[in-house]
C-alpha cells in the first residue's frame, strides 16, 4: 500500500521548493532525459509498430485526476444480451514505441517508475510519448492491449482475452466528475454501469478475503506563517475504479500461469504469531478493537482511513506484513507460491505501462499467450532480470521522504513542546529497544522517537514525547521526538 502522492498549495510549494530540490538531488533523480533518449522517443512517436485490429468504434472514457496527460487505461462497459457484462479495458500500448535494444528501453530500465513528487513529476518516458503519442487522450486513434471481460450477473469474470487494438476515447473524465455523474443520473450508462460492477467485485474480494485499502489524500498548506497538513477522503469512484485494474491483474496472472511463462506481484500470508501479536498491541494503543477470531483482513475492512487513528494502523501495520515481490518463470515451472495475500489471488502488474517498467512486459505475455504464439524473446531476455530492476525502483523512498519533509515543516515551529503520542513501533530485534516510531494524533503524523534516560520503549505504551527536531532541511532524522 503506497502513500498517495501528497499535494501542495502554492504558497507551501514556494516555502518548500529549495527542500524538495535538495531531496531529490539527495535520491539522485534524473530530471532531464538525453537528447539521444529524446530523438528516440520523436522518431518512435512518428512511426510505432502496428500491428493492431481497429476497435475505434468502441466508446472509451478514460478516468483520471484532472490534470493527467499520461493516461494509460480506458475503458467501455456493457450489459450481454444474455445477462451479466462486458467490460473492455485498453491499456496503453508502450511496446508499440519502445523498441527492445534502443535507447528507450535502456533510458526506461534505467528509471524503472514515473516519480510523484509535489511540485513535478519525473516521468518514466519522455513526455512525447507517455503525455502524447503513447496516452490514450480523447479523441484520438491510439495502439492499446485491449482486454475483454465477459462477467456474469454476480460480477465474477467467465472470460478474458487480451489482443492489439487500435482505440479511440471519447471522454477523458475527472474522479469528481464522474461520481458527481453517477450520483445525480446523467453519467452515460457505460460510465453508470461502473457503480454497478465496481460494487459486485467488491463484494466478490470481500468473500475472498482480499484488501483493498484507500488511504486519504494529503495536502499541504501555508497560512500565516505556518504549515498545516489535512486529509480528504477519497471518492467512491476510485475504488471502483481501482476494481476493473485488478480484475485485468488477476486475469493476467492466470493467463501466464496456465501459459507457463510469466512474472507474478506475490506476497506470503503474515503467520509469525509474533508478529500478530505485536499488530493486536498496535491496535490496542491506538484505540481499536480487534476481537479474538476476527482475521487481519475483517479487520481492515471494518476500518476507516478517514478516521486517523484507524490510518496511523494502517500505514505501520502495511510495513509489519511481508513485502509484496516479483515472481518470475518460464517453461511451465510455476513457483510454489503463485498468491498476492493482500489480494488473495494471484495477481500481476498489467495496466499502467506509462508509468511502471514491468507492465510492458507482462502485457507483452498475456498478448502472446491469447494468440497461441512463444513468447516475444526481448521478454524472455529481460525476464530474470525483471525483478532486480524493480527492486531498484524509488518511488516507495521518494514518497516516504516527500511526507517526511512535510511532517516536518508541519512541526518546524513547535521544537521543544511536548505531546501525547502512542508507541506504534520499536528496535524490538534488539533486548534493549530504544527507538521507535509514535503516532500523534494532533497533528496526526508517525514519527521517529528515541528513549533518553536509559529505558526501553514499550510497543503500545502511552507517552508524553517532547519534538527534539523538525527540520525539512535536516539531512538525517527530519522529524525526531524524545521521551521522557
Known sequence: MRRRPLHMSGEALDALRSALVELRTELKIPLAFPKRVLKAADRAAARPDLDHEDATHLPFFTIDPSTSKDLDQAMHLERRSGGGFRVYYAIADVAAFVRPGSPLEAEARDRIETLYFPDLKVPLHPPVLSEDAASLLPCKDRPALLWQHDLDADGNVTESTVTRAMVRSRAKYSY?????GIENGTAAESVALLREIGKLRENIEIK???ISVHLPNQEVTFKDGSFRLSYAATLPVEGWNEQISLMTGMAAAQIMIDSGTGILRTQKEQTDPQVVERLHKIAKCLGI????GVSYAALVRKLDPKNRKHMAFLTEATTTMPKAEYTVFRDHQTPEHTMHAAIAAPYAHCTAPLRRLVDRYTGAL?????????PPEWVLDALHCLPCDMARGKGGVADRQTLDLAEAAVLMHRVGEVFDAAVVDTDAEWDRPRMGKVYLADPAVLAKVSSTDGEDLCLGAKVRATLKVA???????????TVP
Not at 469528481?176 to 458527481?180: A, F, L, N, P, T
Not at 478493537?289 to 479474538?292: C, L
Open 176 to 180: 469528481q466528475g464522474v461520481q458527481q
Open 208 to 210: 475472498r478475503e482480499g
Open 289 to 292: 478493537a480487534w476481537d479474538p
Open 366 to 374: 498475456c498478448v502472446a499467450a491469447c494468440a497461441d504464439e512463444d
Open 471 to 481: 527540520d525539512p532541511a535536516a539531512d538525517g532524522d527530519k522529524v525526531l521526538f
